[in-house]
């Protein structure tokens, strides 16, 4: 048990039990706790913050002298506000963020970056309004081996590997109340391994090893990208924008991106 400041709470338990005389096991789980440390002005949410779930079974089973096999699964789950981004500095020679006050909505120094001095944002403040979940990961992890001594001097192994992690990570790039740049990607990516070895030891000085291995993967990412939002709905006009920079061009515009690959 560990606790501490921002409501830290963690628990990690493990125990070992003997099934029978020839399958052991080894459990372990774990809750881990603690709030965000940058508080946003704008809807009070603590980003920063742990919310994790872990679980692990591990079981190792000798049917004989001869033959071993070795089962671990793993899983977490993972569930937080997102990233503690804080905004340090606002350089209105960029053409972008000077738009928006260009438009009438002040967005500079004193109105958004953290900590700076005679500013309303504190040094741990931020002025993001996400309430979706700025991280969630879902993993779940399998490995099998095995090994069998058909002879004193010939081993035969199996190793088996599965992983499977869904994640999602959304990004407020401009940790403000206004939608300048943000990204919210979605991952899911699956891999099988597997390996079949024959170690064959000649004698004192000669062996070798002779396998297979197969390995499969499976990725896909889709991110979606909004930018100026509320020039795009109207709440700021762009045509004033226009008026005060010609050349301006409210690019990159909204976005829906997806890569998936299969390999083998």
């Known amino acids: 048990l560990t606790g501490g400041e921002y409501d830290r709470r963690d628990i990690v338990a493990s125990v070992d039990v003997a099934l029978t005389d020839n399958l052991v096991t080894k459990l372990t789980g774990a809750q881990l706790y603690r709030d965000g440390f940058v508080t946003s002005r704008t809807n009070g949410r603590k980003f920063g913050d742990i919310d994790d779930r872990l679980f692990r079974g591990d079981f190792v089973w000798t049917p004989s002298d001869d033959v071993t096999f070795r089962f671990i699964a793993e899983s977490s789950d993972l569930d937080r506000n997102g990233s503690a981004r804080t905004l340090e500095e606002i350089r209105l020679t960029n053409a972008r963020p000077r738009a928006f006050n260009t438009a009438g909505y002040p967005f500079t120094n004193l109105t958004h970056v953290s900590g700076f001095p005679g500013g309303v944002v504190g040094e741990w403040e931020t002025m993001s309004d996400v309430e979706n979940d700025g991280y969630v990961s879902d993993l779940m992890r399998v490995t099998i081996d095995g090994e069998v001594d058909i002879t004193d001097n010939i081993v035969f192994k199996t190793i088996t590997g599965y992983r499977d992690i869904e994640d999602r990570v ?20 699956d891999q099988l391994t597997q390996e079949f070895q024959i170690q064959h030891t000649i004698n004192d000085r000669i062996g070798y090893v002779a396998g297979f291995y197969y390995w499969n993967e499976y990725s896909a990412t889709r991110t979606f990208r909004w930018t100026f939002t509320v020039f795009r709905t109207g709440q700021l006009s762009q045509q004033a924008v226009f008026a005060a920079q010609p050349s301006f061009t409210f690019t990159p515009g909204n976005s829906d991106n997806y890569v998936g690959a299969e390999t083998s």
Do not use: V
């Not at 109340?177 to 919210?184: A, G, H, P, Q, S």
């Open 170 to 189: 959304y990004t407020d790039w401009d940790a403000a109340e206004i939608t300048l740049i943000e990204d919210d990607r979605w991952r899911e990516n």
